[in-house]
């Protein structure tokens, strides 16, 4: 009997979302509810395992940690992209890695949600009407007519795009290899340049993948040139933009807010300015976290299992 660990299942939830029993007689599978992040006590916590289910990048798999997981023979993610898995390590070492499929409607869904909870201020709004405080507070950001920046127009940027023509905003584009022909088959004009889009826009949102090429494509002087009342908007990787720039920003109301779903590290820590800035919408990463998501993670990372049983592995990383 091989043994199984999900990590990280915050909410308890991978077991509901598949037919785990199609491995009963092969596999035992259980689950960790929690982030381990020191290392020799996660080695200690997964290390007798021979097959690792694991989440998106909650915890990293670099070459020092699967070093020490001598009993690793599979390791299965969600997703068909991981840059928290060190692959080659894991080749030399005699690891398959394999993926999941993942659908790109939920985190674009969730980014209009943090983009309409800026602009018509619906947190602080239904926290002073739970406790009993002013009965209107605010005045609401319009969308209609508004300038909508989008920087990554990959499968999510382009749903964003659709969306945010319903709502008759204008919207444009950026990223460093978007081509005239992309944005015109998306229906969004193409920024002339990266400066051009944050100082137009009224609401900045980031849909770039993480590499070393886009980390931090966001600094300092890119938000100097956003407008004071504009929003940003991350649902995509927290690496892309400067943290530091982004706090003191944001402290400073150079920018009207922010809407952040990923963080450098996370769990968010209990004193980070994110949890306490008034001009902050912050959500625990639930980008990816739908129904329809993990229904397909966990129903394909046992298809992986099974395939991988079989002797012949599906959706191989690497």
């Avoid at 990590?7 to 077991?15: G, I, K, P, T, V």
């Avoid at 905003?169 to 990223?175: C, D, F, T």
């Avoid at 040139?225 to 892309?240: C, D, Q, S």
Wanted: net charge neutral; aromatic share 6%.
């Amino acid at each position: 009997m091989k043994t199984c660990l999900i990590l990280d299942d915050y909410q308890d939830a991978a077991r509901h979302f598949a037919a785990w029993d199609r491995l009963a007689d092969r596999v035992a599978v259980s689950a960790l509810h929690e982030t381990v992040t020191d290392p020799d006590a996660l080695v200690e916590r997964i290390g007798g395992a021979e097959i690792l289910v694991i989440m998106r990048e909650r915890t990293p798999f670099p070459a020092a940690l699967l070093a020490r997981l001598p009993n690793l023979r599979l390791l299965v993610t969600s997703g068909m992209r991981n840059a928290a898995i060190d692959l080659a390590a894991a080749k030399r070492q005699g690891v398959t890695v394999c993926g999941t499929a993942s659908h790109p409607a939920p985190p674009a869904e969730l980014t209009w949600a943090l983009i309409l909870g800026l602009s018509r201020r619906v947190a602080p709004e239904n926290a002073a009407l739970r406790a009993g405080g002013p009965w209107q507070s605010s005045v609401g950001t319009d969308l209609a007519g508004a300038r909508l920046g989008i920087v990554g127009l990959g499968k999510i940027g382009t749903r964003i795009a659709r969306v945010a023509q319903a709502f008759d905003m204008e919207v444009a584009a950026w990223s460093p290899n978007l081509t005239e022909a992309r944005a015109e088959a998306a229906g969004v004009r193409r920024a002339e340049s990266k400066a051009a889009l944050l100082a137009e826009s009224d609401v900045v949102t980031l849909h770039l993948v993480l590499s070393e090429a886009t980390r931090g494509i966001i600094g300092a002087a890119d938000l100097a040139r956003m407008k004071p009342t504009a929003f940003l908007v991350n649902t995509a990787r927290a690496g892309l933009v400067d943290q530091t720039a982004l706090v003191a920003a944001l402290a400073e109301n150079r920018i009207a807010g922010a809407g952040l779903d990923v963080f450098e590290t996370e769990p968010l820590p209990a004193d980070s300015p994110f949890r306490t800035l008034p001009n902050v919408l912050a959500l625990p990463h639930l980008g990816y976290v739908s129904a329809a998501n993990y229904r397909t993670y966990f129903s394909e990372a046992v298809e992986d299992i099974e395939a991988w049983l079989g002797g012949a592995p599906v959706r191989v990383l690497g």
